[in-house]
Antibody, heavy 116, light 107 residues
Framework: EVQLVESGGGLVQPGGSLRLSCAASGFAVSSNYMSWVRQAPGRGLEWVSIIYRGGSTYYPDSARDRFIISRDNSKNTVFLEMNSLRAEDTAVYYC??????????WGQGTLVTVSS | DIQMTQSPSSLSASVGDRVTITCRASQGINNYLAWFQQRPGKAPKSLIYLASNLQSGVPSKFSGSGSGTDFTLTISSLQPEDFATYYCQQYASFPLTFGGGTKVEIK
């Protein structure tokens, strides 16, 4: 059974940084697509980042130059480093894995709140 | 960026009803389209990929169709557990984008 478990969310001040983790089981992060998708309170889904099997990374404009996705194959874990956080980054962040499609498996999410 | 437009944004239906949700892409995406279900307070769940392929374990009452710019998700006989919000998503090009969602409520 595939499990993706996020951690690292919490309250952070505007301009601050946070690092999210996603521990995978039953699913190899090194040989699949791994992404982060977020959902602001009461809003829809927004893709935040993806790392390919070969290590290439892609971001939307809203995350480029502030967010970095990475992985540790030995720990089967994916990370999202978020810098220069803004109020509009407040959301539940989901770790998502895929093999054929990008978004086959979803974690339960971790809440990030950016507020002073 | 490819814009994904879902309609309707919400609908009311009864148990046993057949429901169809549409999703339109602002440009052609071949069949690189997925559908997700999100129940209140829960994470999204993948239902369909490549427009019409059912994910493992998803009941056959769900079906998807379409290609190019116009797509549909059909639920053949609505059950209580199907009341949720449904999202389409394109993965033909970056940035990956989602539709705004369709909330299916009980009539």
């Amino acid at each position: 059974e595939v499990q993706l478990v996020e951690s690292g969310g919490g309250l952070v001040q505007p301009g601050g940084s946070l690092r999210l983790s996603c521990a995978a089981s039953g699913f190899a992060v090194s040989s699949n697509y791994m992404s982060w998708v977020r959902q602001a309170p009461g809003r829809g889904l927004e893709w935040v980042s993806i790392i390919y099997r070969g290590g290439s990374t892609y971001y939307p404009d809203s995350a480029r130059d502030r967010f970095i996705i990475s992985r540790d194959n030995s720990k089967n874990t994916v990370f999202l480093e978020m810098n220069s956080l803004r109020a509009e980054d407040t959301a539940v962040y989901y770790c998502v894995g895929g093999s054929g499609s990008y978004f086959d498996y979803w974690g339960q999410g971790t809440l990030v709140t950016v507020s002073s | 960026d490819i814009q994904m437009t879902q309609s309707p944004s919400s609908l009311s239906a009864s148990v046993g009803d057949r429901v169809t949700i549409t999703c339109r892409a602002s440009q052609g995406i071949n069949n690189y389209l997925a559908w997700f279900q999100q129940r209140p307070g829960k994470a999204p769940k993948s239902l369909i990929y490549l427009a019409s392929n059912l994910q493992s374990g998803v009941p056959s009452k769900f079906s998807g169709s379409g290609s190019g710019t116009d797509f549909t998700l059909t639920i053949s006989s609505l059950q209580p557990e199907d009341f949720a919000t449904y999202y389409c998503q394109q993965y033909a090009s970056f940035p990956l984008t989602f539709g705004g969602g369709t909330k299916v409520e009980i009539k």
